[in-house]
């Protein structure tokens, strides 16, 4: 399996927050050894942080996997991060979490909306996977 198809099962069988999968995937591939304890961290990252709606976990795991490989070099950082934080936003138009799910508002937990945003999780996955390297 690659990443992509990790991640999108972390989310959809497993049981997991859209942050938490697509960090698991790395991990899961072997592309970076994320410890157990930063893992467990970034359970309260769910439905734009703890259900505010605010920033999607996508773009937070995006973040910080990039700090976890490139570190102290700042200007790496900041280059790869602008470059996943514009990629997602050029793709869905918004990186809010409530944005993205608007047309799910009354029925958030459905498959539907679940389904939509496991393809977020998939493609920004992709998209990560070609900025870390």
Same mark, same amino acid.
């Given at each position: 399996?690659?990443? *992509?198809?990790?991640?999108?099962?972390?989310?959809?069988?497993?049981?997991?927050? @859209?942050? /938490?999968?697509?960090?698991?995937?790395? %991990?899961?591939?072997?592309?970076?050894?994320?410890?157990? /304890?930063?893992? $467990?961290?970034?359970?309260?990252?769910?439905? +734009?942080?703890?259900?505010?709606? @605010?920033?999607?976990?996508?773009? !937070? #795991?995006? @973040?910080?996997?990039?700090?976890?490989?490139?570190?102290?070099?700042?200007? /790496?950082? /900041?280059?790869? &991060?602008? #470059?996943?934080?514009?990629?997602?936003?050029?793709?869905? +138009?918004?990186? $809010? $979490?409530?944005?993205? &799910?608007?047309?799910? %508002? *009354?029925?958030?937990?459905?498959?539907?909306?679940?389904?939509? $945003? #496991? *393809? !977020?999780?998939?493609?920004? &996955?992709?998209?990560?996977?070609? !900025?870390?390297?």
């Amino acid at each position: 399996m690659n990443e *992509e198809e990790f991640a999108k099962e972390f989310y959809l069988c497993r049981g997991y927050n @859209c942050c /938490e999968s697509v960090l698991l995937s790395f %991990k899961e591939s072997n592309i970076l050894s994320v410890p157990d /304890e930063i893992l $467990c961290s970034f359970s309260g990252f769910f439905r +734009g942080i703890i259900g505010s709606g @605010c920033i999607c976990g996508v773009v !937070i #795991a995006g @973040c910080f996997l990039i700090g976890f490989k490139f570190g102290k070099d700042r200007q /790496e950082v /900041e280059r790869r &991060t602008k #470059a996943f934080f514009d990629r997602f936003k050029g793709k869905f +138009g918004s990186v $809010c $979490c409530r944005v993205l &799910t608007k047309n799910y %508002k *009354e029925n958030f937990y459905s498959k539907d909306r679940k389904n939509y $945003c #496991a *393809e !977020i999780i998939s493609q920004m &996955t992709l998209e990560l996977k070609e !900025i870390l390297k």
